[in-house]
């Protein structure tokens, strides 16, 4: 039997509004907003170029049930490019782009078909190998039954059959609930590739034959962490290669940054942009999350001198805005920073600070206090005891004040 060549990807969430992006330059923000556009037009070049047999797309094309005009127009675009090279698309709206929705629609060209609300198959010839699709779309929002049980049994095993669905596994909370499904379900219909949705995590539940999960096609915010993008699949009915195809414009990430023994800021700012410098080679653009670990007692000192705030806004200064851009959304601590340590390094400085002073130094230190013409009947003359007292009493006062007692 011959082999088809196929694309499969699912939830583009087309004009995703990016909200909580606050602080980034305005036209970096324009940036990020379009950049699901950006990775949709990576998606139809790379098809345009190797020409696969036909693309599948598992739901959530647009990010809301009311798509704008302008979406919609760029999305028809790429599905007459599609045209043009002869290759057929098909459609099952999701949760987020469900049948409900209220928008001006645009006709689609005649190579796209859209599954209805009802499981339905499709058939079609590539290169005398009949294939079956089977699918369905979100009628509203939330689709709660078990719709796997609508599927009909591959029973032609001389026919490829392909399954598309927008849903959860069963008992998987970590995205909303819907069209769930079991792994065992899916494999009961005896299909030969799964093409699912809804999942923003990349992941294949099963290998023979595969159940896949191709995640969205651009992150939206720093939870969808990592290259984003589609796959290219090669099958027939004993084999199946899978071959993704990054799209990602803007990568979210988060950038691990060992810490231990860093005394000085330039030490520190130094290490940050060699940190985002290879992250720029391995990714191109992108948002990042910089975590700091490894803090010793030297690095949790030098962090305790300014806020987290300003430690940010610094390095943000200092990142050569050289394209690609990455933006540091936000600087975290591995462990949180413990006052007691940061404050016993300190301690140490000032205690030896302190211990190296003589008598004259002390004098001039308390001068204000010991020439207060006022003040002065109320203390005693300044001895060698007398300044063992203040010591003392300083190095207690520095203490307390370090760990935030009264």
């Keep these: 039997m011959s082999t088809i060549r196929f694309i499969h990807t699912a939830d583009l969430h087309l ?79 999701g949760n987020h782009d469900h049948l409900s929705g209220r928008w001006t629609r645009f006709d689609l060209p005649s190579n796209v078909y859209v599954f209805d609300e009802h499981v339905e198959t499709v058939r079609l010839t590539v290169d005398g190998q009949e294939v079956l699709i089977s699918g369905f779309s979100y009628k509203e929002r939330h689709i709660r039954d078990k719709v796997i049980d609508r599927y009909p049994l591959a029973e032609d095993q001389d026919v490829i059959h392909i399954g598309m669905l927008h849903g959860s596994l069963a008992g998987d909370e970590t995205h909303a609930v819907y069209a769930p499904f079991t792994k065992n379900e899916l494999l009961a219909k005896w299909y030969d590739y799964w093409a699912l949705g809804h999942i923003h995590v990349r992941q294949q539940l099963h290998e023979s034959p595969p159940i896949v999960y191709p995640g969205n096609l651009q992150g939206r915010h720093r939870n969808e962490r990592g290259t984003k993008g589609f796959y290219e699949v090669e099958l027939s009915k004993t084999t199946a290669s899978l071959h993704f195809i990054p799209a990602s414009a803007i990568v979210f990430d988060r950038l691990e940054l060992p810490c231990a023994g860093m005394s000085h800021a330039n ?10 410098e290879l992250f720029k080679e391995h990714n191109g653009a992108g948002i990042v999350e910089l975590l700091l670990t490894d803090i010793d007692s030297e690095a949790a000192n030098l ?46 400085s000032v205690a030896g600070m302190i211990d190296g002073w003589t008598t004259e130094d002390w004098k001039d230190v308390l001068k204000d206090v010991y ?33 935030g007692m009264e």
């Excluded at 330059?25 to 949709?40: E, M, Q, V």
């Excluded at 030490?267 to 985002?276: F, G, I």
Aim: aromatic share 8%.
């Design 15 to 93: 004009d995703s509004p990016f909200k909580g992006m606050t602080g980034l330059p305005t036209d970096r923000l324009n940036n990020l907003r379009d950049s699901t556009f950006a990775a949709f037009t990576k998606l139809i070049e790379h098809a345009v170029k190797t020409k696969p047999d036909f693309m599948l797309i598992a739901g959530d094309i647009y990010d809301g049930e009311d798509r704008s005009l302008r979406t919609q127009m760029k999305f028809r675009e790429g599905m007459v490019k599609l045209a043009a090279v002869g290759i057929p698309v098909f459609i099952s709206h």
């Design 371 to 403: 020439q207060h013409a006022r003040g002065v009947k109320y203390l005693d003359v300044l001895t060698a005891d007398e300044i063992d007292e203040v010591k003392a009493g300083a190095t207690a006062l520095l203490a307390a004040e370090m760990s």
């Design 267 to 276: 030490e520190w700012l130094t290490a940050c942009s060699e940190v985002l």
């Design 303 to 348: 962090f305790s001198q300014s806020s987290e705030g300003e430690w940010l806004e610094v390095l943000r200064d200092y990142v050569d805005e050289s394209e690609p851009y990455v933006w540091v959304q936000k600087i975290t601590f591995a462990t949180q920073l413990n006052p007691s340590i940061a404050s016993s390094a300190l301690m140490q």
